[in-house]
């Protein structure tokens, strides 16, 4: 294609020709990052599942993602390669487990590859409420149930073709985590004042792009590549539920220029997802950059210890094929297991969905 977006000398991504039978997954596209992201992809030629909770505002974010295009393609001629976008709805409730396996369950029956599967959909709260399968809301919604959607669609992932993509919308927000290995979800807090549980959530999904990555390594699966990323100071939907404060601090940094818009926020992700150069790779990415994170992060002891909690979470839905890279570590699961506990007792002080 050749047309390139650009904000300043290093925050850009060149647009490729997709091949037609190219398939994506977007989670969260009806809003924000999310949205540019899907539309993107689907210009450069993919099918794009945009996988949402609220099916009216994603059919019209479809409408209006086709409107985009019509002037796209008035302006972008030589770019615009094909008559129309290839959209496609799917219902994903990430709040809630059994929602997610069935959004699963419908992919797989389409029979359909995957070649590119990015977790972007994400909640920031400072009330600390529940789910319907017990576990803190932000924890399962921006963490839990895209650890679950990737673990079923693996399979899928290594026979699709020699260049897929697993791509999880982190934030630098990872570096203010509030990580406790005794409070894995942080079920003891009642409030996230500092927006520090939701750092974790994101921190989580470092952590989980290292240790997948360890794994595939481990079976010598070379065509997918696994990505975390920041995807900038975005101005996006993200902040509705936060408490006024935060909301006016928002608007203040969308004033002064400090937050940039979605259009921009989606450059990171889309070239991780897209450019030729990151085929087969890993790493976490700022401004299409790779960059260090933070050293919870990389610690491989807190990374096991996450990973462990997280397959005991998920220890009634995962597929045949999953497997704990430390399941043979007894003192790791024995630790689990006591962190299980407490969450469970600490889960029953708090009313589901309290906000």
Known sequence: ??????????????????????????????????????????????????????????????????????????????????????????????????????????????GWPLHILICNAGIAVNNISITEDHHETMFQTNYLSHFLIIEHLLPVLETSGPDVRIILVSSIGHYNAHFNRDDIENLTLKKDINLSLYGTTKLYQVMQMYKLAEKLKQKNITNIGVFALHPGYVQTEIARDLRPLLKVLNKIGSSLKIATDSVKGAYTTLYCAVSPDLKGQCGYYNNCRPERCSGKARNKALQDIVWDYTFKCLQDHLPKHSESVNNNNSSSSEQTTQLMATAALTAADVQPNQL
């Open 1 to 110: 294609m050749g047309h390139k977006h650009s904000v300043g000398p290093r925050h850009k991504y060149d647009m490729v020709e997709l091949p037609r039978d190219r398939v994506a997954i977007v989670t969260g596209a009806s809003a924000g990052i999310g949205y540019e992201t899907a539309k993107n992809l689907a210009i450069m030629g993919a099918k794009v599942i945009l996988a949402c909770r609220n099916e009216e505002k994603t059919r019209k974010a479809m409408s209006r993602m086709r409107e985009e295009y019509e002037h796209y393609k008035s302006v972008f001629s030589d770019s615009a390669k094909h008559e129309e976008l290839q959209l496609y709805y799917m219902h994903l409730d990430l709040a809630s487990l059994q929602s997610t396996h069935t959004f699963v369950q419908q992919f797989l029956a389409m």
